[in-house]
């Protein structure tokens, strides 16, 4: 079956950082952008971060740009997230999605979801 994994998401303290997996299995992740969507109770799912199928490509929502970082490994079927300088507004449950493009992920569409994963920035 086709699935995308979250992992990484933990309680952390502002200021603190965590790096976030999305692994893929029963398909080839390098055939897909892929993109990082947040959702906190009560507010609509939001856009954080998205790659290109290369990776040459990525976009950063202006509430994240300068303190995250995404990546892709393709040999290990992985994409990650690196979340620096966390704020208590990063709160929130983090998926990942895959799409043909960037493009698509820009406007929120995704052809495979995952789970997601928690992140909680609380001291």
């Known amino acids: 079956q086709l699935q995308l994994v979250e992992s990484g998401g933990a309680l952390v303290q502002p200021g603190g950082s965590l790096r976030l997996s999305c692994a893929a299995s029963g398909f080839t992740l390098d055939y897909y952008a892929i993109g990082w969507f947040r959702q906190a109770p009560g507010k609509e799912r939001e856009g954080v971060s998205c790659i290109s199928r290369s990776g040459g490509i990525t976009y950063f929502a202006d509430s994240v740009k300068d303190r995250f970082t995404i990546s892709r490994d393709n040999a290990k079927n992985t994409v990650y997230l690196q979340m620096n300088s966390l704020k208590p507004e990063d709160t929130a449950v983090y998926y990942c999605?895959?799409?043909?493009?960037?493009?698509?992920?820009?406007?929120?569409?995704?052809?495979?979801w995952g789970q997601g994963t928690q992140v909680t920035v609380s001291s």
């Open positions: 999605a895959a799409a043909a493009s960037v493009l698509g992920l820009r406007k929120g569409r995704g052809d495979y």
